[in-house]
């Protein structure tokens, strides 16, 4: 099963900082046809996961524009540009190119 | 809108199996696919498998072969997993998702189940 490794795993910011969180792969998640299947989701304290980014880079629905997907093959890096309150959670990247789907281990995101 | 409501929590006995639902609405459920999710408190998320409403066809992880077993009712535009022989390792949030495009894009979660497994 593809690994997806997320640094760091507790990440503490002041209201208006902005940060990133990385999500390293075992394997590419670019597949035969050009496509990267990669994803991130927040958690937020008992919540289901919401999803933020998929395919790399492209924003769900309603969710603001200061969250920013990035990155390609292996390395891959979610940033928040000025984190707010409602941020506070857990992110996982996720990745659905090779099967099993598989989790990173999530970031915890605390408010200072 | 669309909805993914899950039945209510589950305290089960070693060895029992336990048959958790998913109902959904706000969109056409017997021409989509249902994903379910296993998080035990406090760790990460890990994929049990996905059905077709259209036809019942399956996909599971192969850690969950034999013991989950999805299934669905149309007329009721519902999700099921049975859980089997649970230890308490099977102690979990049990989540269904529906994807939507792709299989890993999860934009619509049911709100999870408890499933505790003690004697």
């Known amino acids: 099963d593809v690994v997806l490794t997320q640094t760091p795993s507790t990440l503490s910011a002041t209201i208006g900082q902005s940060v990133s969180i990385s999500c390293r792969s075992s394997q590419s998640l670019l597949d035969s046809a050009g496509n990267t299947y990669l994803y991130w989701y927040l958690q937020r304290p008992g919540q289901s996961p919401q999803l933020l980014i998929y395919?790399?880079?492209n924003l769900g629905s309603g969710v603001p524009n200061r969250f920013s997907g990035s990155g390609s093959g292996t390395d891959f890096t979610l940033k928040i540009s000025g984190v707010e309150a409602e941020d506070l959670g857990v992110y996982y990247c996720?990745?659905?190119?090779?099967?099993?789907?598989?989790f990173g281990s999530g970031t915890k995101l605390e408010i200072k | 809108q669309v909805k993914l409501q899950q039945s209510g929590a589950e305290l089960v006995k070693p060895g029992a199996s336990v048959k958790l639902s998913c109902k959904t609405s706000?969109?056409?459920?017997?021409?989509?696919?249902m994903s379910w999710f296993k998080q035990i408190p406090g760790q990460s998320i890990e994929w049990i498998g996905m059905?077709?409403?259209?036809?019942?066809?399956?996909g599971y992880n192969q850690k969950f072969k034999g013991k989950a077993t999805l299934t669905v009712d149309t007329s009721s535009s519902t999700a099921y997993m049975d859980l089997s022989s649970l230890t308490t390792e099977d102690s979990a949030v049990y989540f269904c998702a529906r994807p939507y495009v792709y299989y890993g894009l999860l934009p619509y979660w049911g709100q999870g189940v408890m499933v505790t497994v003690s004697s």
């Open positions: 395919l790399v880079s």
């Open positions: 706000g969109y056409t459920f017997s021409t989509s696919y």
């Open positions: 059905i077709y409403a259209g036809d019942g066809g399956t």
């Open positions: 996720m990745q659905a190119t090779h099967a099993p789907l598989t």
